[in-house]
């Protein structure tokens, strides 16, 4: 079965916003994909940057990885993450948890993440 991801509902997007020059960043993609295999509920975005700036928008992109990762339209968390798999791991179970804290609104941001919502990679 296919799981339809939408913004009005619960389900958690994870974008981690990078560059193909960046090393750490290199370093960091084989384990975002082992992440995609243990949450296939929820839906993974690899974008670089560069290569997406017209879908990137406005936001700077100043430190890499930079991870932006919401529930539904609502940002959760959205910064830099070293590449360890457990950081990420565990940001995206309490972003899991009932009633687990959201960002206040940020337009820039926000932007983003329903960009991300309705763009088919």
């Known amino acids: 079965m296919v799981h339809e991801f939408s913004a009005t509902d619960n389900t958690l997007l994870v974008a981690c916003l990078c560059a193909d020059w960046c090393g750490t960043c290199r370093e960091y993609q084989p384990l ?25 928008g406005p936001i700077e992109v100043e430190n890499f990885p930079t991870v932006l990762i919401a529930r539904g339209a609502q940002s959760v968390f959205f910064g830099t993450v070293t590449p360890h798999l457990q950081t990420l791991e565990r940001l995206l179970r309490n972003a899991m948890e009932p009633g687990a804290a959201t960002l206040a609104s940020e337009s820039q941001r926000d932007g983003l993440v329903q960009r991300l919502w309705l763009h088919n990679f």
């Open 32 to 56: 975002f994909e082992q992440l995609q295999i243990r949450f296939p509920g929820t839906r993974f975005l690899w974008i670089d940057v560069e290569e997406s700036s017209e879908l990137i």
